[in-house]
């Protein structure tokens, strides 16, 4: 059963920033892209980044290059989202996904809050 488990959430002023964590179990993922999305209230879902597990290639949305960093360590099977120079509207429910074919696909996670106060 895959299982994918975000943590590192939580309420940061405006200019901080935050680690989120995607630890993965339940089957190989070496295949796979790791990506993070997010939903704002009363928006739709929105691509954020996404890295490959094998060679760590990434891709970043518009909004958020240049602030954010996508890592993955391989040994721990977990993924990581480093949030800087964070904004209100960052605001939102951040949601990891494993998927090998496009992103959106595949695997979810619970997803984590982060609030950034203005």
């Known amino acids: 059963q895959v299982q994918l488990v975000e943590s590192g959430g939580g309420l940061v002023q405006a200019g901080g920033s935050l680690r989120l964590s995607c630890a993965a179990s339940g089957r190989t993922f070496s295949s796979y892209a790791m990506a993070w999305f997010r939903r704002a209230p009363g928006k739709e879902r929105e691509f954020v980044a996404t890295i490959r597990w094998s060679d760590a290639t990434t891709y970043y949305a518009d909004s958020v290059k240049g602030r954010f960093t996508v890592s993955r360590d391989n040994a721990k099977n977990t993924v990581y989202l480093q949030m800087n120079s964070l904004k209100p509207e960052d605001t939102a429910v951040y949601y990891c996904?494993?998927?090998?074919?496009?992103?959106?696909?595949?695997?979810w996670g619970q997803g984590t809050q982060v609030t950034v106060s203005s």
């Open positions: 996904n494993a998927h090998n074919s496009a992103p959106g696909t595949g695997y």
